[in-house]
Structure formats: structure tokens, C-alpha cells
T-cell receptor, first 113, second 115 residues
Framework: DQQVKQNSPSLSVQEGRISILNCDYT??????FLWYKKYPAEGPTFLIS?????DKNEDGRFTVFLNKSAKHLSLHIVPSQPGDSAVYFC????????????FGKGTKLTVNP | GAVVSQHPSWVICKSGTSVKIECRSL??????MFWYRQFPKQSLMLMAT?????????EQGVEKDKFLINHASLTLSTLTVTSAHPEDSSFYIC???????????FGSGTRLTVV
């Protein structure tokens, strides 16, 4: 059973517009969530995280929203840039992030110039 | 920032041989490191959790005799793929968890091709 789900395998957005990547989880014990960005043939790079005590965390163009009741989080990228084109992984952990990460399958974002 | 060096970045080996992949935390100590395998169009699958000074914890379905993990120091974990077969060809990624702030840092990955 997949505990972290990214139901959209791909997303295409125009440069300058907003990209919204979604992630759902089933394990109510998850209390720490992360987004990673991955280019082909490279390891994932940490983007942004959020603790379950918050519902929003912002870092520059990246904002993560957490809806605990719906067990849903989303990553907003505004404005989107062609260099943002990559695969984005949502990950979740328990015990404040001190336990192993459980990853979604990823969403491939393409930002068109 | 925290850096994890993974070596080699790519390797081609013959069936039946063994390949060792190294994962080093360069500027922090990591009692715990993680080894992932990525399949095309699929997520990163956790293979095992590597603990310094003790045996690794393998995920269900991962052959511990085939994927040998050694974590001899607070900055180095190794994954050895023994008696490699073409179906072992994949992208392997390590991650180290900082002892101080519990932050995760990923290595750049190793592309293994078994011919």
C-alpha cells in the first residue's frame, strides 16, 4: 500500500505561471513533509519542508501548503521558470522527521518558455 | 551546506562480478545513512537503513546477502552489489542524516549497468 501518493505523473506549465504539485498521504502518523527536486541522473535535492504544526511554509518562489484533515499537501512554484523543469518528489516522515522518508512516485514538471 | 559524496557516479560491470558504492558525508557526522534504488518512472525505494557500528536494517524483499552494507564510521557507508545481474542495473542513491539537526542530504547517485 502506497502511503504517499502523487497522482499526477506529469505537469506542463507556461513560464511565468504558477505550478501546483499535489501529494496525498494515508498514514496519520506522518508529521513532517518534504519536497525534493530531481534532475535526470542526479540525486534528489531538498527544496522545502513543513512540519504538521504548520499549514504553510514559504521559501522564495516555493510555498508548501499542508491540509492535515485532508491528508494533502501541495507545492506552489511562482513564477515558474524553465529551470524548474524536473521531477518533484513528495516525502513524509514520522517523529518530527527523524525517521526514514517515504517517497511518492514523483511528478515530472515541464515549464515551457 | 551539508554535502554527501557518492562514488562512483556510474559504473559498468560484467554479470557475476561485485560492485562497491561509497557514500560519504563530507562535513557532518551521520550515524544513519539510507540506501535507495530508483526504477524508471517509479519512486525511490528504500533498500536499507545503515547504522554506524551495527547491522543494516533491510526492507522487505531486499536480499541482504546480495546487497551488502557496511557503515564502519560516522562518515562512510558502502553498498556492495554482489554477483551482479542485468536486473540489478539501476540508479542507486544514498542519503545521510545529520546527527546534529536530523537533516537529510542525498548523494548524487550511482548509475549501475550490468552487462
Amino acid at each position: 500500500d502506497q502511503q504517499v501518493k502523487q497522482n499526477s505523473p506529469s505537469l506542463s506549465v507556461q513560464e511565468g505561471r504558477i505550478s501546483i504539485l499535489n501529494c496525498d498521504y494515508t498514514n496519520s502518523m506522518f508529521d513532517y513533509f518534504l519536497w525534493y527536486k530531481k534532475y535526470p541522473a542526479e540525486g534528489p535535492t531538498f527544496l522545502i519542508s513543513i512540519s504538521s504544526i504548520k499549514d504553510k511554509n514559504e521559501d522564495g518562489r516555493f510555498t508548501v501548503f499542508l491540509n492535515k484533515s485532508a491528508k494533502h499537501l501541495s507545492l506552489h512554484i511562482v513564477p515558474s521558470q524553465p529551470g524548474d523543469s524536473a521531477v518533484y518528489f513528495c516525502a513524509a516522515s514520522t517523529q518530527g522527521g527523524s525517521e526514514k522518508l517515504v517517497f511518492g512516485k514523483g511528478t515530472k514538471l515541464t515549464v515551457n518558455p | 551546506g551539508a554535502v554527501v559524496s557518492q562514488h562512483p557516479s556510474w559504473v559498468i560491470c560484467k554479470s557475476g562480478t561485485s560492485v562497491k558504492i561509497e557514500c560519504r558525508s563530507l562535513d557532518f557526522q551521520a550515524t544513519t545513512m539510507f540506501w535507495y534504488r530508483q526504477f524508471p518512472k517509479q519512486s525511490l525505494m528504500l533498500m536499507a537503513t545503515s547504522n554506524e557500528g551495527s547491522k543494516a536494517t533491510y526492507e522487505q524483499g531486499v536480499e541482504k546477502d546480495k546487497f551488502l552494507i557496511n557503515h564502519a564510521s560516522l562518515t562512510l557507508s558502502t553498498l556492495t552489489v554482489t554477483s551482479a545481474h542485468p536486473e540489478d542495473s539501476s540508479f542507486y542513491i544514498c542519503s545521510a542524516r545529520d546527527n546534529y539537526n536530523y537533516g537529510y542530504t542525498f548523494g548524487s547517485g550511482t548509475r549501475l549497468t550490468v552487462v
